[in-house]
C-alpha cells in the first residue's frame, strides 16, 4: 500500500500552511501529521537546497503519492518544478497536484501537463539567456568593461614593462608593486 505524504511550503514565517493542509483535506486526503512536511522558506529557492522536502525526499520510497496544492510550492521557476517532479517520478513517487484538479503528473495527463511545463522551461531559459545578451551588449556599448579591475593602472603597466624590459626580475617587481608574480608575468606577456 502506498504511502500518502503532503509538501506545504510558505515563504515566510510569518505565514502559516494552515490553508494548504485544509484544502489538502478537502480534496479527500487524510494524511498523517507525521508525513505532512511544512517548511517555511523563499520560493527563490530550489526545492533541492531546501531543509525540509531534502529531508522529504530520504523518506519518500517507490509507490508513494505525494500532495501539493500548487506546482510552485515544488519549485521557484518552471525548470526547477521540472526536474524536482523528473526527480521524484524516476524514484517512483507519484506527484499529485491539486491547483491541476489533483493530476497525477506521472498519469498520461500529467506527462501531458509536465510536457507543457518543459516547454515553458526552455522558454524561460531561452529568454532569459536574450535579455542577459542584450544586457551585456548594451553595457558594452556604453562603455562598461568587465571582469576584476586591474592590479596596475596603465601606467603601472607601461612602467613594470619597460623595467622587465631593462631586465629586472618578476619577483622584485611584484614585491615592489604589491601584487602577484602573474600580474606581472601577464604585463610581460602582454608586451611579446
Given amino acids: 500500500m ?6 506545504c511550503r510558505v515563504s515566510t514565517t510569518d505565514q502559516t500552511t494552515e490553508n494548504q493542509r485544509r484544502e489538502i483535506e478537502a480534496a479527500g486526503f487524510a494524511i498523517e501529521s507525521r508525513r ?4 517555511a522558506i523563499s ?11 531534502s529531508k522529504l525526499l530520504d523518506r519518500l520510497e517507490p509507490g508513494d503519492v505525494l500532495i501539493v496544492t ?3 510550492r515544488l519549485g521557484r521557476n518552471a525548470m526547477d518544478v521540472r526536474s524536482t517532479v523528473e ?3 524516476e524514484t517512483g513517487v507519484r506527484v499529485h497536484c491539486l491547483a491541476l484538479g489533483g493530476v497525477d503528473l506521472t498519469s498520461p495527463a500529467g506527462r501531458m501537463t509536465m510536457q507543457v511545463i518543459s516547454a515553458v522551461a526552455e522558454f524561460e531559459r531561452d529568454l532569459l539567456i536574450e535579455r542577459t545578451q542584450a544586457g551585456l551588449q548594451r ?10 579591475p586591474s592590479a596596475l593602472s596603465v601606467e603601472q603597466r607601461r612602467a613594470v614593462a619597460d623595467r622587465l624590459a631593462g631586465g629586472e626580475s618578476v619577483a622584485a617587481l611584484a614585491r615592489e608593486y604589491a601584487t602577484s608574480r602573474q600580474t606581472i608575468m601577464r604585463v610581460r606577456s602582454a608586451g611579446s
Fill in 36 to 39: 505532512i512536511i511544512e517548511e
Fill in 87 to 89: 526527480q521524484l517520478t
Fill in 139 to 148: 553595457a558594452k556599448a556604453g562603455g562598461k568593461t568587465f571582469g576584476r
Fill in 2 to 7: 502506498s504511502r500518502v505524504f503532503a509538501y
Fill in 70 to 72: 500548487k506546482l510552485d
Fill in 43 to 53: 520560493g527563490s529557492v530550489a526545492a533541492k537546497d531546501r531543509p525540509g522536502f
